[in-house]
Nanobody
Framework: QVQLVESGGGLVQPGGSLRLACTAS????????MGWYRQAPGKERELVAT???????HYSDSVKGRFTISRDSAWNTVYLQMNSLKPEDTAVYYC???????????????WGQGTQVTVSS
């Protein structure tokens, strides 16, 4: 069964750091773009950062300069290093990946189960 497994959420004080990880597991032919989204209570899900297959990255203005997205050498794990965290970063963070399960199929979007990040003193 193909799934995205996330880890690394938790409670941190303002100004602190957390590192999220997400691994695509199962029978997968290829992994395309990966990224992180977040959803705060009462708000819509929003993009945080993406990492494309060509190595390019994109960040939302609200996290630029504080968060860094990266991938491992196997290309199936994506990380989000979050520094200088603010209370407004509090949200459930979701991993996203564009996966191809076989060489005969098109890429399909997959989502992780979400991990809670709470920034509070």
């Amino acid at each position: 069964q193909v799934q995205l497994v996330e880890s690394g959420g938790g409670l941190v004080q303002p100004g602190g750091s957390l590192r999220l990880a997400c691994t695509a597991s199962g029978s997968i032919f290829g992994v395309g773009d990966m990224g992180w989204y977040r959803q705060a209570p009462g708000k819509e899900r929003e993009l945080v950062a993406t990492h494309s297959v060509d190595g390019s990255t994109h960040y939302s203005d609200s996290v630029k300069g504080r968060f860094t997205i990266s991938r491992d050498s196997a290309w199936n794990t994506v990380y989000l290093q979050m520094n200088s965290l603010k209370p407004e970063d509090t949200a459930v963070y979701y991993c996203h990946a564009n996966l191809r399960l076989t060489e005969f199929e098109s890429n399909t979007n997959y989502w992780g189960q979400g991990t809670q990040v709470t920034v509070s003193s």
